[in-house]
């Protein structure tokens, strides 16, 4: 098959292919340029997304759909990268070489346009000769054909004179002499014009033609070959992309809910006991009631022991407290035992080093060792104590203060030691869930692991109590479930002073959900 033998005469339809042929290359490289774009601004938004919702407490969080969700996130952007991969491997591998591909056809095109414009030059030139030679030779025997005929008139004129004749009969000759020439001209011409033709149809178009087939069949090749490369940009990205997927997977089968929930307990457990009934108070007549004055309770400082702690946190305090001195005394044993050895090689060779001085160094080791058995000892001591002791409901806040209110003690008797108070700050009981949206911060964790949770001091604020609350005496404000209060003190161990329309008085500060 040969566009030169089978398209001769095609030549402008094959030139118009070729053109679209380029124009197709440039199509398909603004595709992958457009695509390329489309990529980046991909991997661009994802980074962005991660970035927003990348939490360093969530990678330490100790809840594990916290874990996995910063598993998530983390390989989201892994993922980013590797669409940013994708478009660098189709910029080099795919875009640079259509782009070069695209302008080496155009100059080969032009180049073969070139050659095939000559020969099309040079045959309608061979053309136009042999037209000038056949009109000339056409011209010059019609020119002898009348100067015969008008010689023969003049024979057969009776008139005609001999000089006319002899005048006639050299122009006949003349005009004869003259149609040979061109005659032979055209000729000549004919043979060359047929030769320049036989050149043209049968060597030089059909090497234009083969060029131009040759170029075409180059172009789709590697357009095929650019086509599958396309495909393997992708490909390449294929094992990381799994891995991410994989990861991101392993890190949802990791994420237990029974842990969770037991994980909310380790870190809000208090130990106390669930309080006893609420005592019965007798009326005491509105007329002889009268509103205490507003007093600050006491705030309890912290204590070496944590005791100002509830049971629970009480016991892990301590337990994190021994086995941080666990870890020095490891530490300061090792210590001694490299002093002693130093010590022993500086005694055997005092050139290596001072020997006293390393034994001032040990001695200073074994006080600090003493001094860290005796304070792990005393923790420890106190870590057996509160895992021993019996767990019990707290104490009223009038017995905190030492004083009990007339009705508290009226009732003393009935109750013995199940008196009956408002869950302490640290404790708090379970929260609805808008009470638990409302305590996260913006892109936080669900649930705090401190200690106890610092209150702001009060300044007029309002709140919202979320549960009923009995007060145990006459300093405590007795207010149900969804009442609007005013805050007016945070006095910052777990108590609030706030106002109810005229009533004045404490309520425990996690029975209050202070209002954004």
Request: charge should be neutral; charged fraction near 35%; proline fraction near 4%.
């Amino acid at each position: 098959m040969s566009w030169g033998a089978e398209l001769w005469d095609q030549y402008d339809h094959v030139c118009h292919h070729a053109e679209q042929g380029i124009e197709f290359v440039k199509r398909v490289s603004q595709f992958v340029e457009k695509r390329i774009s489309i990529e980046l601004s991909y991997a661009k938004e994802l980074r962005r997304l991660v970035k927003g919702f990348k939490r360093k407490e969530e990678e330490e969080s100790k809840y594990t759909a916290l874990k996995g969700f910063s598993k998530l996130v983390h390989e989201s952007d892994d993922l980013a990268g590797q669409r940013e991969l994708i478009a660098e491997y189709m910029q080099a591998d795919v875009l640079d070489p259509l782009k070069t591909l695209a302008r080496d056809i155009t100059a080969e095109r032009k180049k073969h346009m070139r050659s095939g414009t000559e020969c099309q030059r040079q045959l309608k030139a061979t053309m136009e000769m042999l037209d000038s030679r056949k009109k000339q030779f056409e011209r010059a025997s019609e020119e002898a054909e009348n100067a015969h005929h008008a010689l023969e008139k003049a024979d057969v004129d009776p008139n005609s004179t001999k000089a006319k004749i002899d005048k006639l009969t050299i122009t006949l000759r003349q005009k004869e002499s003259t149609a040979e020439e061109c005659r032979n001209n055209y000729i000549l011409q004919l043979e060359a014009t047929n030769a320049d033709r036989r050149q043209h149809y049968m060597s030089n178009m059909p090497q234009v033609f083969k060029d131009l087939h040759d170029m075409n069949a180059n172009r789709i090749t590697k357009y095929k070959e650019l086509m599958a490369k396309y495909a393997e940009c992708h490909r390449k990205v294929f094992p990381i992309i799994n891995t991410c997927l994989d990861n991101i997977t392993a890190a949802s089968a990791f994420i237990d809910p029974a842990k969770d929930n037991q994980q909310l307990i380790d870190d809000r457990k208090t130990g106390f006991a669930i309080p006893g009934d609420v005592e019965f108070e007798e009326y005491q007549g509105r007329h002889n009631k009268q509103k205490p004055k507003a007093r600050r309770p006491p705030k309890e400082e912290p204590k070496e022991d944590f005791s100002h702690l509830p049971p629970e946190r009480q016991r892990k305090k301590l337990k994190s407290k021994v086995d941080e001195l666990d870890a020095a005394i490891v530490k300061a044993e090792s210590d001694r035992t490299a002093m002693e050895k130093m010590r022993s090689v500086y005694a055997q060779n005092p050139s290596l080093g001072d020997a006293k001085a390393v034994a001032n160094s040990l001695e200073h080791t074994n006080a600090k060792l003493s001094e860290l058995a005796a304070e792990r000892d005393k923790f420890q001591g106190w870590l057996t104590q509160a895992s021993e002791s019996k767990l019990a409901p707290p104490k009223n806040k009038s017995e905190k203060t030492g004083k009990s209110s007339p009705k508290t003690k009226k009732h003393k008797d009935k109750v013995n030691n199940s008196d009956a108070k408002p869950p302490p700050s640290s404790v708090s009981p379970p929260k609805p869930a808008s009470a638990v949206a409302s305590s996260r911060g913006e892109g936080g964790e669900w649930f705090s692991d401190d200690d106890g949770a610092d209150q702001d001091d009060g300044d007029g604020r309002e709140g919202v109590i979320l549960y009923d609350f009995n007060g145990q005496n006459e300093e405590e404000l007795s207010v149900k479930a969804n009442t609007n209060v005013t805050i007016l003190e945070d006095l910052g161990d777990g108590w609030l002073r706030v106002k109810k329309g005229a009533d004045e008085g404490y309520v425990p500060s996690t029975y209050v959900q202070i209002k954004e």
